[in-house]
């Protein structure tokens, strides 16, 4: 008989939050392959469930290797269970590739949702929930970081971004650089923890609060998307060309119109020079 892989979401901080049925689930798999095996146990331990199954690792060092074991596992007739350390596996997290395999095999996937990190910052933010897009992680280079950000200039959607507490204060200074000051934004740390926090402002308001607070914890930074009334890229590349037609230098004109649009001063000096190019 041909078993399963279930992706189970943990919780993402409040072991309260955990389901009768994730404990179900997990007290009954034959198998449970967690990223971490020591904060599977603590959480077992947390909600009174006795683990019977084998439990495996899988995180991003060893899932390549492990994802073909697990699925064989499955099509075996076994109850395979992937945990992540909080939320749901695949989401910046190992388990893709278990999936991934599992679905070219034929063996069956299924989902035990459980708290998402991302829709609870989104839900309480403030901002526009009706469209959304997560990003992930920023990279971590700066200029990698700037391209990502250039790139997401005209994102209309609220954007929502994973970040590390050390990293978070450079990551708001590029999305100030990339977007302008002005920005609607909200920062969420520990969220369902004993310190959850969630500090809304503009970019430049919650820049100023990460240098000055340096926030520890769980990170979440949710982004309000480009406004649908503000001048299009295009607008403003045909803008800066008439303006460079009428004597004034390409780089004060991008400059101006940069500073009151708030699109970033590379994105639109970069499409500027293509549009120059082209003529």
């Not at 609607?184 to 919650?206: F, H, I, M, N, P």
Request: glycine share 8%.
């Amino acid at each position: 008989m041909t078993g399963h892989i279930v992706l189970a979401g943990t919780p993402i901080g409040n072991a309260g939050d955990a389901s009768a049925r994730l404990m179900e689930t997990l007290a009954s798999a034959e198998i449970i392959a967690a990223e971490d095996t020591r904060r599977l146990r603590d959480l077992a331990r947390r909600l009174g469930v006795t683990l019977t199954g084998s439990v495996v690792a899988l995180h991003d060092h060893n899932e390549r290797d492990r994802a073909a074991e697990l699925v064989e596992r499955a099509a075996g007739g076994a109850t395979v269970v992937v945990v992540s350390d909080a939320g749901m596996p695949t989401v910046s997290d190992p388990g893709f590739r278990v999936v991934e395999q599992a679905v070219s095999a034929g063996v069956e996937v299924t989902v035990l949702p459980g708290p998402s990190a991302v829709l609870a910052a989104l839900a309480v933010s403030g901002l526009p929930t009706d469209r959304f897009c997560f990003e992930g992680f920023l990279p971590r280079r700066d200029g990698e970081r700037s391209a990502t950000l250039a790139a997401l200039a005209m994102e209309s959607r609220t954007m929502i971004f994973f970040e590390a507490p050390h990293r978070l204060e450079a990551s708001l200074a590029a999305m100030v650089a990339a977007w302008g000051p002005e920005r609607r934004a909200a920062v969420s740390r520990e969220l369902t923890k004993v310190y959850e926090q969630t500090r809304r402002g503009t970019l430049e308001d919650l820049m100023q609060w990460a240098q000055a607070e340096q926030p520890r914890g769980e990170i979440v930074v949710t982004v309000a998307g480009r406004s649908a009334s503000a001048p299009s890229l295009e607008s403003l590349v045909s803008e800066a060309l008439a303006r460079v037609a009428a004597g004034e230098r390409a780089k004060d004109a991008v400059a101006d119109l940069s500073e009151a649009s708030g699109v970033a001063r590379r994105l639109l000096y970069a499409a500027v020079l293509a549009a120059r190019g082209r003529d």
